[in-house]
């Protein structure tokens, strides 16, 4: 099982960008690759992934327009690129990866992003 470390998260203003990565500790280019997120007192729910072959993004509503997702296999990372942030995705956002058509079992530990005046 892949092991994921995230990293990038903090403290940020509303409107500001920020960037998470996930680095994982073997070659992962044959993965899917999500992102969740899990604000207090709510589910932790995907809100973006990306393909293993072709780099297919696919994202939640919620964050559709504003959040990138991108992967750079050589660098063994996923990124989630946020932009326009608001106070509403603060959460805890954690990157896991599966093989196609299994369910994701492979978890990083979680990053917290707060987003505040």
């Known amino acids: 099982q892949v092991q994921l470390v995230e990293s990038g998260g903090g403290l940020v203003q509303p409107g500001d960008s920020l960037t998470l990565s996930c680095t994982a500790s073997?070659?992962?280019?044959?993965?899917?690759v999500g992102w969740f997120r899990q604000a207090p007192g709510k589910d932790r729910g995907l809100i973006a992934s990306?393909?293993?072959?072709?780099?297919?993004?696919r994202y939640a509503d919620s964050v559709k327009g504003r959040f990138t997702i991108s992967r750079d296999n050589p660098k063994k990372t996923v990124y989630l690129q946020m932009n326009s942030l608001k106070p509403e995705d603060t959460a805890v956002y954690y990157c896991?990866?599966?093989?196609?058509?299994?369910?994701?079992?492979?978890w990083g530990q979680g990053n917290q992003v707060t987003v505040s005046s």
């Open positions: 896991a990866a599966k093989r196609p058509g299994w369910d994701y079992d492979g």
């Open positions: 990306i393909s293993n072959i072709g780099g297919i993004s």
């Open positions: 073997e070659d992962f280019s044959s993965l899917v």
